[in-house]
């Protein structure tokens, strides 16, 4: 399968916790993307990456909230001291420099508790 | 500021019948514009794009939309609806000069038999 994957696709912690997520793009992809979708909306931008470089970050994305894409492959998404309110869907997404279409992933559905 | 607006929560169209999802945008620059699909529980699939060119843009399963810049509308056209083609769309603008693509609420598709 060549397509964008996540890990896990499910998550449930309780409040407090810690969690991280784990996208793996389309293998020529060097741009990447985290969104947020909650129940009844679409998605919102949470970031994106251009190799191992952060470039845009969204105000959505709180202090409790990193994202690193170290090596420029994989990007990982971590949520410190979960709250209630993080129950969503999070989505990754990947994209080649051109044509910029972004691909998603089957997201991760986090549920706190 | 990027913003789009699907005005319709819902549409309903009889098998074989054509359908029309609606989509007007708002960006300060020129846009690129995408249309999404999501199935229950599942990440986005691409539909189409439209970035420069001819207005009429064609894409998958069928599909097409056309681009209206006096509209500023993006709407989402097929000749004869599939059960199979209900599921919540979205049409998602994107600025030049930035990455995040812009969601609305979606537009849920009903294909009646």
């Known amino acids: 399968d060549t397509g964008v994957s996540q890990d896990p696709r499910h998550k449930i912690t309780k409040r407090g916790q810690n969690v991280t997520f784990r996208c793996d793009p389309i293998s020529e992809h060097n741009r990447l993307y985290w969104y947020r979708q909650t129940l009844g909306q679409g998605p919102e931008f949470l970031t994106y990456f251009q190799n191992e470089a952060q470039l845009e970050k969204s105000r959505l994305l709180s202090d409790r909230f990193s994202a690193e894409r170290p090596k420029g492959s994989f990007s990982t998404l971590e949520i410190q001291r979960t709250e209630q309110g993080d129950s969503a869907m999070y989505l990754c997404a990947s994209s080649a420099d051109y044509p910029e279409t972004q691909y998603f992933g089957p997201g991760t559905r986090l549920l706190v508790l | 500021a990027q913003s789009v607006a699907q005005p319709e929560d819902q549409v309903n169209v009889a098998e074989g019948n054509p359908l029309t999802v609606k989509c007007t945008y708002s960006v300060s620059g020129n846009p690129y514009l995408f249309w999404y699909v999501q199935y229950p529980n599942r990440g986005l699939q691409f539909l189409l794009k439209?970035?420069?060119?001819?207005?009429l843009v064609k894409g998958s399963y069928g599909f097409e939309a056309e681009f209206n810049k006096s509209q500023t509308s993006f709407h989402l056209k097929k000749p004869s609806a599939l059960v199979s083609d209900s599921a919540l769309y979205f049409c998602a603008p994107r600025d030049t000069g930035f990455q995040k693509l812009v969601f609305g609420t979606g537009t849920r598709l009903l294909v009646s038999p």
């Open positions: 439209y970035i420069t060119g001819d207005n």
